[in-house]
């Protein structure tokens, strides 16, 4: 996946960051039965409005106290649209030997009602 920036993709204390700029955060949640590994992309945004938001308690080192427009990164000035993103994220799941199958929010919540996941795997992503 984007084998043009793979120069400048990083992972920092669990953010997905081109260098040291932010695009992506990540929140996992695992119980007894359950894995649930989540990551927000920041596509676009307004700086009048993420100018609104306070500065967290809680930062990770390498943020060094910028604000966040100068902390994060647009991600659609890396990526030449939304298409070619998803694209590439189902281009390096199916190389890892995963299937993709398109399901219903439906179908999803019915399989996270499972008793047992149907299996677990450890993906490789290379930028």
Known sequence: MYNRYSDNFT???HDYAFQ???FGGNAQA???GRWLHHTSFL???QPSIMSILKHPDRVPE???QRLHDDFLIKLHT???CRI???E???EAVERSGMEIKVASLDDACSSLEKNKLIGTKLIQISV
């Open 78 to 80: 890396m990526i030449p």
């Open 62 to 64: 390498y943020r060094q």
């Open 20 to 22: 040291d700029k932010k």
């Open 84 to 86: 070619t993103l998803l």
């Open 11 to 13: 992972l920092n204390e």
């Open 30 to 32: 695992i119980t007894r």
């Open 43 to 45: 596509w676009d945004y």
């Open 88 to 90: 590439d994220m189902c």
